[in-house]
C-alpha cells in the first residue's frame, strides 16, 4: 500500500487557525521585522511568503532591504536599532547572506527573546537543557508539529536524522530526543560510514541534507514514517521553466513508508508557519 501522504499545507492551515485566535486575544498586534541583504531571488521568493503569512494572519510585518554592498557595520546597527525598538517582536535575517557578511555575529547580536529563527546560540543552548518553552528553529520545530499532528508515535522508537546543521539537523535530533518525544535518535552525517543501513533501522527517518533524491526506496525499513525536509532544484527539460523542485528522499519511497512528507508542500510551509507562531510567542511574552 502506498504511503499516506503527510500534508504539511493542512498542518500549517490547522496551526495558523489556532495562530488567529491567539493574536485576537493579544493585548499587541505581533509586529515581525524581515531584513534582507542583496538580490538572491531565492530569498526574495521566501521572504515575500513570509511577508504575505504576517498579512493572512493579522501580523504586522516591517520589510527591510538592504543592497549587496550594506558593510558589517550598517547591518549591525540595523539589528541593534530592531533590538531596541519595543514596537517589535520578532526580527529576522535571511539567510544567505552576502559572503562578506559573518552571518554568524550577527546573529548572536539580536536579542534573544526577538530571535524568532531561534539561532542564537541562547535558544539553541535551552533546547539542549530541555527548555523548550522558547524559540525553537522553525524548520525541526515544524516537523515536531508534524509529526503530532499525524499522531506519530515518537516514544521508544528508533529515529535517524540524516544532516547535523545547527538549523535543522542537530536541534531536530534534540528534539526527537527530548522528554515528551522520547525517541532513540541516531544522526547521519557526510562522515557516516554506512548511512543506509543506519536508516534501514529506523521507524522514522527526517531527511535533511541538500542532496536530492539521495534516500532511495531501499533504505527504509517497510512501515517508516519519513520527513523530507530538502529543498533542491534539479534540471528538468520537461518542464517549461526547465528545472523542478526535489526533495533529499526518492518519490518511490511512497511504496515503502507508512507516511511521507512530499516537496513542495511538506516542510516547507510548517517552517513559515512556525516562524509565525514564534512571533505570536513573543508578543504574548512581552506583554502578559
Ligand atoms: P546544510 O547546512 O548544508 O547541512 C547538510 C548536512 O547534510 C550536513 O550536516 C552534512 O554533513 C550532511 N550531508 C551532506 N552530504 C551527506 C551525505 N552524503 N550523507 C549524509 N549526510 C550528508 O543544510 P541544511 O541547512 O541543514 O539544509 C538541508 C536541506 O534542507 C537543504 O536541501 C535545504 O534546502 C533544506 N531546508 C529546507 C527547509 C524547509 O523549510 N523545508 C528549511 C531549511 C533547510 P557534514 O556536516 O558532515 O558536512
Same mark, same amino acid.
Given at each position: 500500500m502506498p504511503a499516506k501522504r503527510l500534508d504539511g499545507k493542512s498542518c500549517a492551515a490547522d496551526l495558523e487557525s489556532r495562530l488567529i485566535k491567539r493574536i485576537s486575544q493579544c493585548k499587541v498586534k505581533p509586529h515581525l521585522a524581515v531584513v534582507i541583504v542583496g538580490d538572491d531571488p531565492a530569498s526574495h521568493v521566501y521572504v515575500r511568503n513570509k511577508i504575505l503569512s504576517c498579512e493572512r494572519l493579522g501580523i504586522k510585518s516591517t520589510h527591510i532591504e538592504l543592497p549587496s554592498e550594506t558593510s558589517q557595520q550598517q547591518v549591525e546597527d540595523t539589528i541593534i536599532s530592531l533590538n531596541n525598538d519595543s514596537s517589535l517582536h520578532g526580527i529576522l535575517i535571511q539567510s544567505p547572506l552576502p559572503s562578506h557578511l559573518d552571518e554568524e555575529s550577527l546573529t548572536d547580536l539580536i536579542d534573544p527573546s526577538k &530571535?524568532? &529563527?531561534?539561532?542564537?546560540p541562547q535558544n539553541l543552548g535551552r533546547i539542549v537543557q530541555g527548555r523548550l518553552d522558547g524559540m525553537i528553529p522553525c524548520t525541526p520545530a515544524g516537523v515536531m508539529e508534524m509529526l503530532r499532528w499525524a499522531n506519530v508515535e515518537m516514544s521508544g522508537k528508533k529515529a535517524v536524522v540524516i544532516g547535523r546543521s545547527f538549523n535543522v539537523g542537530m536541534p531536530q535530533a534534540l528534539l526527537l530526543a527530548s522528554r515528551g518525544a522520547d525517541a532513540t535518535v541516531t544522526v547521519v552525517h557526510s562522515r557516516t560510514l554506512d548511512a543506509k543501513t543506519e536508516c534501514l533501522a529506523a521507524d522514522i527517518v527526517i531527511a535533511a541534507v541538500g542532496k536530492p533524491e539521495m534516500v532511495k526506496p531501499d533504505w527504509i525499513k517497510p512501515g517508516a514514517v519519513v520527513i523530507d525536509v530538502g529543498i533542491n532544484r534539479v534540471d528538468d527539460d520537461t518542464r517549461e521553466r526547465g528545472w523542478r523542485l526535489a526533495g533529499d528522499v526518492h518519490p518511490d519511497v511512497s511504496e515503502v513508508a507508512s507516511l511521507l512528507s512530499p516537496v513542495p508542500g511538506g516542510v516547507g510551509p510548517m517552517t513559515v508557519a512556525m516562524l509565525m507562531a514564534n512571533t505570536v510567542r513573543s508578543a504574548e511574552a512581552q506583554h502578559s
Open positions: &530571535d524568532v &529563527d531561534g539561532f542564537h
